[in-house]
């Protein structure tokens, strides 16, 4: 959320176009409690989009991360590290053209070593693994799911001297192109205030109140598998294409704990229809509270799909106060 600095953690420093909500231009992030903390700096061209030298740092003050954009896409080499300040990572990017050219592990052992050895890339739910050589995958790479019970292998691919041969996941085999992904952005989340809504709320003195959101008396964990347990009756028997636009659910948490889902977004609307039914029956959670007080909260599911592969996340959006 964006909001005026008397009320941010992190102060940014830069021109933004409220007309066309976007940045333009040179910017630096800075600590609030700190001023001269730098934790990102960079620029947007006059599209909004990220173009040239990045840098981001922990909030420690230790290096994040560096390197290049190029119309929001990783361009040249890019550099990650441990909040130890130990290295991470090492990249080689052109456009969408990645290569993983180093690795290593929090106790500084190198794993993948000029473009060889073995690697994991993780974006959401899903995680793919599998040998680099030159820094693509090479042989035979797996998919599986890291919240699942087991650890069944829902996608496989192969490949022959960093080239693409074939795949195959629960719609059947498929020779198009490779579904994976080495990198995503999400590493880099403090250079995606570009996607952050503008606050509609005014930012100043506010008499602190104890609000605690809702939550499964299970844990976090639990409450997942009953999630993926409703999801996956009826996602299962939809034939799911390459880059099927993502399923937003949108509902409330009620006073006594219920879930309701109301609104989605998407297109497809039989089955955002059968996914509301089975999400409508997900157990009651612990409702929210302000100052001890039972209150409504707003919830947002997301539901990303590729080739009869999906994911999910989910927020709880903030308490408005004056409830």
Request: proline share 4%.
């Amino acid at each position: 959320m964006l909001v005026n600095d008397t009320c941010a953690d992190i102060v940014r420093v830069g021109h933004f176009n409220a007309d066309k909500k976007r940045f333009t231009g040179k910017f630096k992030d800075v600590s609030k409690l700190n001023s001269t903390l730098l934790l990102a700096q960079g620029s947007y061209d006059e599209n909004g989009l990220k173009q040239g030298p990045f840098i981001i740092y922990y909030a420690s003050g230790n290096l994040y991360a560096r390197g290049d954009f190029n119309e929001n896409l990783f361009s040249g080499k890019w550099d990650f590290f441990y909040p130890t300040g130990k290295p991470s990572l090492s990249l080689q990017a052109n456009g969408s053209d990645i290569k993983i050219m180093n690795t290593w592990n929090e106790d500084g052992k190198k794993v993948v070593d000029n473009g060889a050895g073995p690697y994991e890339s993780i974006v959401g739910a899903i995680s793919w693994s599998g040998k680099l050589v030159a820094g693509k995958p090479d042989g035979k790479w797996a998919a599986r799911g890291r919240f699942y019970r087991t650890q069944e292998v829902l996608a496989s691919e192969q490949f022959k001297y960093g080239e693409f041969q074939k795949g195959k996941n629960m719609a059947g085999d498929y020779k198009d192109s490779s579904h994976i992904l080495l990198i995503t952005m999400d590493i880099l989340a403090l250079t995606k205030a570009e996607n952050l809504v503008v606050s509609a709320f005014p930012c100043g003195p506010v008499k602190r109140r104890n609000i605690v959101n809702a939550f499964h008396p299970a844990g976090e964990e639990q409450f997942r598998n009953a999630i993926r347990d409703h999801l996956e009756p009826v996602l299962s028997k939809t034939v799911i294409g390459p880059f099927s636009e993502p399923i937003q659910l949108n509902g409330k948490i009620l006073e006594d704990g219920r879930i309701k889902f109301t609104s989605s977004n998407g297109t497809d609307r039989d089955l955002i229809s059968a996914l509301i039914v089975a999400m409508n029956g997900l157990p009651s959670l612990k409702p929210a509270t302000v100052d001890g007080k039972a209150v409504q909260q707003d919830l947002q599911f997301t539901i990303n799909r590729n080739n009869n592969l999906y994911s999910f996340t989910y927020r709880l959006l903030p308490i408005i106060q004056n409830q």
